[in-house]
């Protein structure tokens, strides 16, 4: 009895190795190609965004997250930005002028 179990195990375990050998070497010639492209199109992206720089403050600039009124000269607009840095380029910060604070 012990032999009978022992070679069926054995025959379904080569018949599973060679139907795994038979998908790889199909999947291989049919779909190696589709998969290498799209391997190498991962990996291209992945590079580039190394490469790519950051939108990113420069390393040494702290901006605080502190609300910053700011008036544009030209128009006299007022307007609130999320932090100093946000404060753009000719525009001119608003100074709280409240006691105690």
């Known amino acids: 009895m012990y032999m009978a179990r022992n070679s069926a195990g054995?025959?379904?375990?080569?018949?599973?190795a060679i139907l795994a050998l038979l998908i790889g070497w199909f999947g291989h010639q049919?779909?190696?190609?589709?998969?290498?492209?799209?391997?190498?199109q991962i990996t291209e992206k992945h590079e580039s965004a190394k490469e790519e720089p950051k939108d990113e403050e420069p390393s040494g600039t702290l901006c605080a997250?502190?609300?910053?009124?700011?008036r544009n000269p030209?128009?006299?607009e007022i307007k609130e930005f999320p932090t100093?840095?946000?404060?753009?380029?000719?525009w001119v910060?608003?100074?709280n002028d409240v006691p105690g604070l």
């Open 84 to 90: 100093p840095c946000d404060v753009p380029e000719g």
């Open 74 to 76: 030209s128009t006299g």
């Open 65 to 70: 997250q502190v609300v910053t009124p700011a």
């Open 93 to 95: 910060e608003i100074q």
């Open 10 to 16: 054995g025959i379904s375990l080569v018949v599973v």
């Open 30 to 40: 049919y779909l190696g190609t589709a998969v290498t492209h799209v391997f190498e």
